[in-house]
């Protein structure tokens, strides 16, 4: 790593970089004299050059920027075009087990945890994406926004009458197709005894009688 960061302060100076390759220049120093290694002279001509002695007197060095983001997407956009996508819809998100369940159809789906996807627990139920996976039956190893609104069959959206009986946390919209369950965290901004005419985009999948 301290070869690295000589060769890269003496590219950073060719670029006029000076405040970036005084920083490389410093913590190459800082390594050999910590492991009493002998310092190199491509080293000692960086650590004895104007432009360490300016920058390094006035304290304006500054670190490399972080690149890691942008790494991360390069591999990711790589590794996408191995991967088969399927389309899914949030079905629900489990903050206590910190994953998100994903519906890839009525008796099927993927769990995706949030530890791995930081950004899926942002995404509510209802939310239709795509789920990567190098098999069919693999692990996930990706994800990517959808550009589908509903899913037919799966997720759709739906127009009926929402009724929520005294007593109870949960409610649901009566539609001609189906009744739809309305969740507790959902339902409670609706007043118990009332009718109301909504709309909504409901999920289908096979862990419930009816959709959701």
Known sequence: MAKIRIHLAHRLALAKRYAEAARQTSLALKYREQSGYKIPQELQQSASSEWFSRING???????????????ALLRSLDRKSLTYVQGVVDHVNKDKALSYIATGVNSGIALKHARFPQIADLVAGTTLEVGRAEPDGPPLDWRSSQAVELPGLCETMSGRLERHEGKSFAFIRTPRDDIFVPPDLAVIFATGQKYDVSCLAVWTGVQKGPR
């Not at 304006?60 to 983001?69: E, T, W």
């Open 58 to 72: 006035d304290g304006s060095m500054q670190d490399l920027p972080d690149a890691s983001s942008a790494a991360t």
